[in-house]
């Protein structure tokens, strides 16, 4: 099938940026979403014109770098899968296609559609870890958790830290982000000796790297490949204003 791609192509940080339309020919529907960009960095490269600058690592919906704003959705028009997993057959011939870096103030753009994530690591820098020694795989069975817990605990570390969340928000907030985070954790018993420190560190990190306040409109939910609820936000309000009780005794 053929394809028309209208793809934002900016040199880099401090450069313009313009919307530049290609026709990609021949495209496989069996091909995934970056596939098609292969192949049409292939055609640039063999007419000498710089190829499309975009991020991805596993191809397997685990690593979480691949995100694009696809016809202004973050990850394009699935629900609950990463770029890398969109398949071509979700179009049809002749259709028209826009992709967009995500667009936040925390991730600058630095090339097409690559931006700087980095204030994410910044983030689970400032409280994302358990720094308890937790011993070995073995010792992990050592300290009973109740199922209901454990797959709490499970279905928030599922975050592959894509920013989609950010992306998707309207506030550019990175509330569900750090909601997993800080459930995941708080919820196991390694976790909760850090829980205060944890909540109050993230959430001023938050703020300090740019990026917006939750207003409960649910696209980070939306948009999220790994299925992470907004109750992860909830979760964190909550772990927030007993932190911040307890830290003005
Ligand atoms: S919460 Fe979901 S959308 Fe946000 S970074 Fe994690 S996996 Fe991506
Ligand atoms: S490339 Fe790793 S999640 Fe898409």
């Known amino acids: 099938m053929r394809i028309k791609l209208k793809v934002w192509r900016q040199a880099g940080p401090d450069q313009p940026g313009r919307l530049e339309t290609h026709e990609v020919e ?13 192949v049409l960095n292939e055609k640039l490269m063999l007419e000498g014109k710089e190829p499309i600058a975009f991020d991805h690592d596993c191809r397997e919906g685990i690593c979480g770098t691949c995100g694009v704003m696809i016809d202004g959705q973050a990850h394009g028009p ?21 992709a967009e870096p995500f667009r936040a103030k925390a991730f600058p753009v630095l090339k097409d559609l690559v931006v700087d994530r980095s204030s994410f690591d910044r983030l689970q820098q400032s409280g994302g870890y358990v720094s308890v020694n ?33 992306a998707a928000c309207k506030n550019a907030s990175a509330a569900l982000f750090v909601g997993a985070k800080v459930s995941h954790l708080s919820f196991l018993p390694q976790g909760k000796g850090e829980r205060h420190e944890r909540v109050l560190n993230m959430v001023a990190k938050m703020d300090e790297e740019g ?14 490949p790994a299925g992470i609820s907004v109750q992860a936000i909830a979760k964190m309000n909550r772990e927030y204003m007993a932190a911040s009780l307890l830290a003005e005794e």
């Open 78 to 98: 699935n629900r609950n899968s990463p770029t890398c997993q969109l398949r071509m057959r979700s179009y049809k011939d002749g259709d028209t296609i826009l």
């Open 26 to 38: 021949d495209v496989n529907p069996d091909m995934s979403f970056l596939e098609m960009l292969d």
């Open 134 to 166: 937790t011993g070995n795989a073995p010792d992990a069975n050592a300290i009973p958790v109740p199922q209901k817990i454990a797959e709490h605990a499970m279905s928030n570390a599922a975050c592959i830290g894509c920013g989609a969340c950010v």
């Open 211 to 224: 990026f917006g306040a939750c207003t409960n409109t649910s696209e980070c939910q939306a948009a999220c």
